[in-house]
């Protein structure tokens, strides 16, 4: 590999931990488990959960992505080392998300934190009405000061539906539920010109300001058998997150307190993002998605969306399409103009049902309790007056 020198623009800081307010927090098997007795690392987790702690004390949202089941389940079934086969893997697992999830929520009640347990599979963050609900659950936990502790569910998915691989599951999730920094733990203190095991020339990287070629090419394999991914997953993960407004750092997980050494001058990579979550977002809604229906909206509700409010049923006057809750909708005034897109909080028949009522007319139309918008305001792009090319206007 030729040497390569990367550098970053002047003008581009090094970010801090205490700038980010919802941050997801990726931990590896390989630091959760001593490898030799198959046993959680008490102490390591302790330590870590006191710097999760401290960012909750001072308002950061904190998500886990927890590996580290199969590595715990095996051992409670003895099964001997080496690779398991699918079935093997599944029964670990079952067993070791029970171990997994108590050694969390023990550790997080030490600080008066509260634990949920969310498994996922590759579906749930790729599939609209699954990605949805899995997206409600987290933000009302976060909502409640819970942390979330997220594992891929192991027990059920199969080699095709699963994502192998704890990194992107946590991108996934970092774009899921708009983060702004996702962070990796690792077996290394981040990203070097080369893998550093085999190179005494390779040299550490502090800052990476787009995830280029050159960059994906410095990436090694995996350095551990507990861990099922390598740098290369961590870049790929790195391109997910950044690319959804996140900024994401790989720093050594393997120290006591790793997020306390960063903040005090240790090692690490930052990954920029090029925006933010909102501004991703919006701007995903606004031009990749291709709207399914049509909200056609009174004047008093044009004006509330100007101002930054949500979209309540009150004033829908009308819609067009075959949609379901969470597909794009187009939203038009009274002339037919376009002036919003956004994703749709009902499906299009229930949506049909109260259009034009209040919001506290809808338990008693739908027969349930449903949502109080049509669209909420952080799922809604609003496009400029006599402006007809797709843009991006921040309504939060």
């Given at each position: 590999m030729?040497?390569?020198?990367?550098t970053s623009?002047?003008?581009?800081r090094?970010?801090?931990?205490?700038?980010f307010?919802?941050?997801?927090?990726?931990?590896?098997s390989?630091?959760?488990?001593?490898?030799e007795?198959?046993?959680?690392?008490?102490n390591w987790?302790?330590?870590?959960v006191q710097?999760?702690a401290?960012l909750h004390?001072?308002g950061?949202?904190?998500?886990v992505?927890s590996?580290?089941a199969?590595a715990?389940?095996?051992?409670v079934?003895q099964f001997p080392?080496?690779s398991?086969k699918?079935?093997e893997?599944q029964?670990?697992?079952?067993v070791?998300q029970i171990?997994?999830?108590?050694?969390w929520?023990e550790?997080?009640?030490v600080?008066?934190i509260?634990?949920?347990?969310i498994?996922?599979?590759?579906?749930d963050?790729e599939?609209?009405?699954?990605?949805?609900?899995a997206?409600?659950?987290i933000g009302k936990?976060?909502?409640?000061k819970?942390?979330?502790i997220?594992?891929?569910?192991?027990s059920?998915?199969?080699?095709e539906i699963r994502?192998?691989?704890?990194?992107?599951l946590a991108?996934?999730v970092a774009?899921?539920v708009?983060a702004?920094?996702?962070?990796?733990?690792s077996?290394?203190?981040?990203?070097y010109?080369?893998p550093p095991?085999?190179?005494p020339?390779?040299?550490?990287i502090?800052?990476?300001?787009?995830?280029t070629p050159e960059?994906?090419?410095?990436?090694g394999?995996?350095a551990s058998?507990l861990?099922?991914?390598?740098?290369?997953t961590?870049?790929?993960a790195?391109?997910i997150a950044t690319?959804?407004?996140a900024?994401?750092?790989?720093?050594d997980?393997?120290?006591?307190?790793?997020?306390?050494?960063v903040?005090?001058?240790?090692?690490?990579?930052w990954f920029?993002?090029?925006s933010?979550?909102?501004?991703?977002r919006?701007?995903?809604i606004?031009?990749t998605?291709q709207?399914l229906?049509?909200?056609?909206?009174?004047?008093g509700?044009e004006r509330?969306l100007?101002?930054g409010?949500s979209?309540?049923?009150a004033g829908?006057k009308?819609?067009e399409g075959?949609f379901?809750?969470?597909d794009a909708?187009?939203v038009?005034d009274?002339d037919?103009?376009?002036?919003?897109?956004?994703l749709?909080?009902?499906?299009a028949d229930?949506?049909a049902?109260?259009?034009?009522?209040a919001?506290?007319d809808?338990e008693q139309?739908l027969g349930?309790?449903g949502?109080a918008?049509?669209?909420?305001r952080?799922?809604l792009?609003?496009?400029?007056?006599d402006?007809?090319?797709?843009?991006?206007?921040d309504?939060?």
């Amino acid at each position: 590999m030729t040497d390569v020198v990367v550098t970053s623009p002047a003008s581009l800081r090094v970010p801090e931990l205490g700038q980010f307010r919802r941050i997801v927090i990726k931990v590896g098997s390989s630091l959760l488990v001593d490898r030799e007795r198959g046993r959680l690392k008490r102490n390591w987790l302790s330590a870590l959960v006191q710097d999760i702690a401290r960012l909750h004390e001072k308002g950061a949202e904190v998500i886990v992505v927890s590996s580290g089941a199969i590595a715990l389940g095996r051992t409670v079934l003895q099964f001997p080392p080496g690779s398991l086969k699918l079935e093997e893997s599944q029964a670990a697992a079952a067993v070791g998300q029970i171990a997994l999830a108590r050694r969390w929520t023990e550790a997080l009640a030490v600080h008066e934190i509260i634990a949920g347990q969310i498994l996922l599979t590759f579906s749930d963050t790729e599939k609209r009405r699954r990605y949805l609900h899995a997206r409600a659950t987290i933000g009302k936990l976060l909502e409640l000061k819970a942390i979330p502790i997220i594992n891929e569910n192991d027990s059920v998915a199969t080699s095709e539906i699963r994502y192998g691989d704890n990194d992107r599951l946590a991108a996934r999730v970092a774009t899921m539920v708009g983060a702004d920094l996702l962070i990796l733990l690792s077996d290394v203190d981040g990203l070097y010109t080369a893998p550093p095991g085999g190179n005494p020339h390779a040299r550490h990287i502090p800052m990476v300001a787009k995830i280029t070629p050159e960059i994906e090419a410095m990436a090694g394999g995996a350095a551990s058998e507990l861990s099922r991914g390598g740098m290369r997953t961590k870049v790929e993960a790195g391109k997910i997150a950044t690319a959804g407004g996140a900024c994401m750092m790989i720093t050594d997980g393997r120290v006591d307190s790793p997020l306390g050494a960063v903040m005090n001058g240790g090692l690490c990579t930052w990954f920029l993002s090029p925006s933010n979550p909102v501004t991703a977002r919006k701007k995903w809604i606004a031009g990749t998605l291709q709207p399914l229906g049509v909200l056609h909206v009174d004047a008093g509700a044009e004006r509330a969306l100007r101002r930054g409010a949500s979209l309540l049923p009150a004033g829908v006057k009308r819609l067009e399409g075959n949609f379901h809750r969470g597909d794009a909708v187009s939203v038009r005034d009274q002339d037919g103009r376009e002036i919003g897109r956004g994703l749709i909080g009902y499906d299009a028949d229930e949506a049909a049902m109260i259009a034009g009522h209040a919001t506290q007319d809808i338990e008693q139309i739908l027969g349930h309790g449903g949502r109080a918008t049509m669209v909420h305001r952080d799922d809604l792009v609003l496009f400029a007056h006599d402006d007809f090319e797709i843009g991006v206007k921040d309504n939060v």
